[in-house]
């Protein structure tokens, strides 16, 4: 089992940042990939950013790319997304996932039925 808890969203105005953390528990945090999705209201639920076991290789949506930074601390079980630059169309609730049944330590997985464990998510406004 692992436990993902979501922080640091809140209201911001368009061109600002805010930096969201996940923290986990229950499994060894460095022997999975981790992932950021969004969610509008209406909307499919799609993919931001993932990072892999090390940290090593990240990969965006070209919505965000340029904008948006995942990380991870290993030491601190916790996976962040800067986020810079924030648009009113970035406005969602914002979820982190656990890949942890992929075997490999390099690749990470963009599709969320990929991903076995999720947050509550946090939300994020950006006003115009």
């Known amino acids: 089992q692992v436990q993902l808890v979501e922080s640091g969203g809140g209201l911001v105005q368009s061109g600002g940042s805010l930096r969201l953390s996940c923290a986990a528990s229950g499994r060894t945090f460095s022997r999975y990939a981790m992932g950021w999705f969004r969610q509008a209201p209406g909307k499919e639920r799609e993919f931001v950013a993932a990072?892999?076991?090390?940290?090593?290789?990240?990969y965006y949506a070209d919505s965000v790319k340029g904008r948006f930074t995942i990380s991870r601390d290993n030491a601190k079980n916790t996976v962040y997304l800067q986020m810079n630059s924030l648009k009113p169309e970035d406005t969602a609730v914002y979820y982190c996932?656990?890949?942890?049944?992929?075997?490999?330590?390099?690749?990470?997985?963009?599709?969320?039925?990929?991903?076995?464990?999720w947050g509550q998510g946090t939300q994020v406004t950006v006003s115009s």
């Open positions: 990072i892999n076991w090390s940290g090593g290789r990240t």
């Open positions: 996932a656990a890949d942890t049944t992929s075997r490999s330590p390099v690749l990470v997985t963009t599709t969320p039925g990929e991903y076995d464990y």
